[in-house]
């Protein structure tokens, strides 16, 4: 048992701090709540993917670094912690290139792999539908055969990536006769094709990073289909235990955990800085109590990701415990920022850069998003201590 | 970073476990609370001579050189099956501070007869104040040639009724208030002005009132340096917390495995209540919260083991272990239903004994003012 990281990770958790402080020196972008998800620079992801940043875990003959599992959760815990803008590359880098290395053909990963590795790919997910969200295997967008052609028709929502998702990686119905989870098959393609429709969604914040993309006979070729015709939802599955596993369930809000510390030192509403008051070093401690909890899981997380499991009660777990403890973060920052957590960001007298305002609002939607605090409680209990169904 | 145990750590535990559960079956526990004593002396021989009271001692003193993570297994272990007895304020509280803070001669001394299971020792240090930091030792030692004269009263000192020894904390400078002019001292049990009463507590664990009237202590007794005790005192606070810690990971453990077992048995509605989507997710809360005491308790133990500063950790696992332990029974008394709330049931040994853990060495308000001292808050 040993709970060190190596001097090669000490290091490289070093280098990637270095290279953040010297992107916001330069001004480049300035710290930000959610910016694994909302926060799109281009221009970020590319100098992240010229240091070779982007599929770190993948093996070295796709184009990766064959890295483990925590020396990539050290990277994205550092980008999460300087609220950098890595939105355009995390879903790619996440979990879709991931899926292609595991499931696609070696023409797959020659033609695919590089332009995520290059930060080219901006990947949506096309999962969710209007009428399919933790019921995913209920999922109605065809894809009908036609020849060397898939012909694709439907609605996907909740599909990220903002204005900038240029590839869609996404499951459709393949086989209707076939029992619902047997029937269907994942798809990865540009968005460009014809017969794509992306719309925004405003989200509670008043944010886009979500859209609808509505398809009517999108033509793509069978060259599009990763892995097995039918296997779609199984191999889905697999890829939801990354999408689930990682540190951005935890600290997306870093950026307001430290803006909160320091709002507490500077503030005083009765003659002393709230941070000397009882209740309020109580709460901020508490916070820290249950974040370094939630790191200990997310760590744990990959270090079975390392021992080539699935973690699939693990990430069940910490993603469940890591959006309530963000929950609380934001609820208690709004606590703390008292009438003053009432202003919108551009507002004259907000606290915090506006950050709690946000954190509280987009927060809702964590124990949601990537599958629901209830379902992973579900699977808790079905698959780690075995309860029976009703 | 790697989280398995080694095989030696496998087979202490599982030797650890069926030992346990064998000398321990919930009848005998029952009876060792209820008696005068506390513990058994048969099983105590018998666990001196599988080497557990000197685990973590040198070979030269009797020991088997295991690590402190070696012992929080133990400790865990202990947890699952309720051990009654003074193995934590023998081995914890006693031979990890001498081992820390004794002579060589003191070492000598002491250290062998606890690796023998011939010496009970215990820690009497909180006083009525029931605070655990320095400001809270009032109880005088006063000089007297050579030797200190010690007065005042301590309570909730675990095993004091059998102990052979206690290591007393006592402040020897009447003029100093904070973490200067602490000592401890090594107090035979049976000296003239030694009286002791057994409390009776939730957790049947023989904490007691130990009385100090005129105790007459040779000042070779002392443990350490005169007046320097507090950081030797405050390194066994972070031990003993740690170790609750390990005792409690065994103890919502074992919960959480009755109450899921539970649920898996008892039909209501002609369906296992575990089929129910609310008990369900009861049990998936409750194995969140263990599995976040387990990995923050054997962090800090390894850290412990690896003789790596630790105060932060220390104070995020005992702050959330205590917290956590009272969801996991509030949760396991609601999945038993009215069936766990009698004596007769076993799940009332764990309730009681998460009580007291979760008090003892630091609550969880302690720890939050530590962390955010820790902060710079």
């Known amino acids: 048992m040993d709970f060190e990281l190596s001097e090669e990770q000490h290091k490289f958790r070093q280098e990637v701090r270095d290279f953040l402080e010297e992107e916001l020196k330069q001004g480049r972008w300035q710290p930000s709540c959610d910016a694994w998800i909302m926060g799109f620079d281009p221009a970020f992801t590319k100098r992240v993917a010229q240091r070779g940043w982007i599929g770190l875990t993948w093996p070295k003959e796709c184009g990766g670094r064959g890295w483990s599992f925590i020396d990539r959760l050290i990277l994205t815990e550092e980008m999460l912690r300087y609220g950098a803008p890595a939105a355009c590359h995390w879903f790619a880098d996440r979990q879709i290139g991931g899926a292609i ?62 204005s900038y998702i240029n590839w869609i990686y996404m499951v459709a119905r393949t086989d209707p006769d ?4 047997r029937g269907i098959s994942e798809f990865f393609f540009e968005t460009s094709l014809p017969g794509i429709n992306v719309v925004p969604i405003v989200d509670i914040t008043g944010g886009v990073h979500f859209n609808e993309v509505f398809f009517d006979g999108v033509r793509i070729s069978k060259k599009c289909l990763i892995g097995e015709k039918n296997r779609g939802f199984y191999q889905i599955l697999h890829q939801l235990d990354y999408e689930r596993s990682g540190m951005e369930r935890l600290m997306a809000n870093y950026p307001l955990f430290e803006a909160l510390i320091q709002y507490a030192k500077e503030t005083k509403r009765s003659g002393k800085p709230l941070s000397e008051e009882p209740v309020t070093r109580s709460q901020l401690a508490q916070l820290k109590i249950e974040l370094e909890i939630g790191r200990l899981h997310m760590y744990r997380v990959a270090v079975v990701m390392d021992e080539g499991r699935a973690p699939n009660w693990e990430s069940s777990m910490s993603k469940a415990y890591g959006t309530a403890f963000e929950q609380h973060l934001a609820s208690t920052a709004m606590e703390i920022a008292g009438l003053y957590g009432q202003l919108s960001p551009e507002s004259k007298w907000v606290p915090m850069l506006g950050m709690a305002y946000h954190s509280y609002l987009s927060s809702k939607g964590y124990s949601l998003q990537a599958g629901t605090s209830e379902i992973l409680k579900n699977i808790l209990a079905l698959r780690k201590l075995e309860l029976p169904t009703g | 970073m790697d989280l398995a145990f080694s095989e ?199 904490l007691c009132e130990v009385v100090f009237d005129q105790v007459r202590v040779p000042t070779e007794n002392i443990l350490g340096q005169l007046n320097q005790g507090w950081s030797e005192v405050k390194k066994i606070i972070e031990r003993a917390a740690v170790g609750k810690c390990c005792e409690m990971v065994g103890c919502i453990q074992q919960a959480l495995d009755m109450t899921v077992d539970y649920a898996k048995e008892r039909k209501q509605y002609d369906r296992p209540i575990g089929s129910f989507q609310v008990i369900q997710h009861y049990c998936a809360d409750m194995i969140t919260d263990v599995e976040g005491t387990r990995l923050s308790a054997y962090q800090t133990a390894w850290l412990v083991s690896e003789g790596l500063p630790c105060t932060q950790e220390v104070a995020i696992a005992k702050a959330w272990a205590g917290e956590a332990c009272q969801r996991v029974m509030a949760l396991a008394h609601q999945i038993h239903g009215a069936i766990g709330v009698t004596i007769d049931h076993d799940l009332q040994y764990y309730t009681r004994r998460a009580k007291a853990a979760e008090v003892t060495f630091g609550d969880a308000s302690f720890y939050r003012e530590v962390v955010a001292q820790e902060m710079g808050l």
């Not at chain 1, 036609?146 to 028709?153: H, L, R």
């Not at chain 2, 009848?27 to 506390?38: M, P």
Request: hydrophobic share 40%.
């Open chain 1, 101 to 162: 290395v595991h499931y696609g053909t070696e023409e797959q990963k020659k033609e695919l792999l590089p332009m995520i590795l290059k930060g080219e790919a901006y990947v949506g997910l096309g999962m969710s539908e209007p009428d399919a969200g933790s019921d995913l295997a209920s999922l109605k967008t065809r894809a009908v055969e036609d020849g060397d052609y898939y012909v694709i028709d439907g609605q996907k929502t909740w599909t990220s990536g903002g």
């Open chain 2, 8 to 206: 030696e750590q496998e087979m202490l535990k599982k030797m650890a476990r069926d030992f346990l559960t064998d000398k321990f079956p919930k009848t005998a526990v029952k009876e060792i609370e209820e008696s005068d004593l506390g513990y058994s002396p048969e099983v105590w021989k018998e666990m001196a001579e599988l080497g557990w009271m000197g685990l973590v001692f040198p070979e030269e003193y009797g020991g088997a050189e295991m690590t402190f993570l070696d012992l929080a297994m133990l400790l865990e272990e202990m947890g699952r099956t309720c051990l009654p007895g003074p193995y934590f304020s023998t081995v914890v509280l006693g031979g990890l501070l001498i081992l820390d803070a004794g002579s060589e001669e003191q070492k000598q001394e002491y250290l062998p007869k606890i690796a023998s299971g011939e010496a009970i020792f215990t820690l009497a240090l909180t006083e009525p104040i029931a605070r655990y930091d320095a400001a809270a030792i009032e109880m005088k030692a006063a000089a007297d040639n050579d030797a200190y004269i010690l007065n005042g009263t301590k309570l909730f000192v675990p095993d004091a009724n059998v102990a052979d020894y206690m290591l007393v904390v006592a402040r020897t400078d009447e003029k100093s208030r904070g973490e200067d002019g602490i000592t401890i001292f090594i107090v035979d049990a049976k000296s003239p002005g030694v009286s002791c009463t057994v409390l009776k507590t939730i957790a049947n664990d023989k």
């Open chain 1, 178 to 181: 076939a029992p619902k989870h």
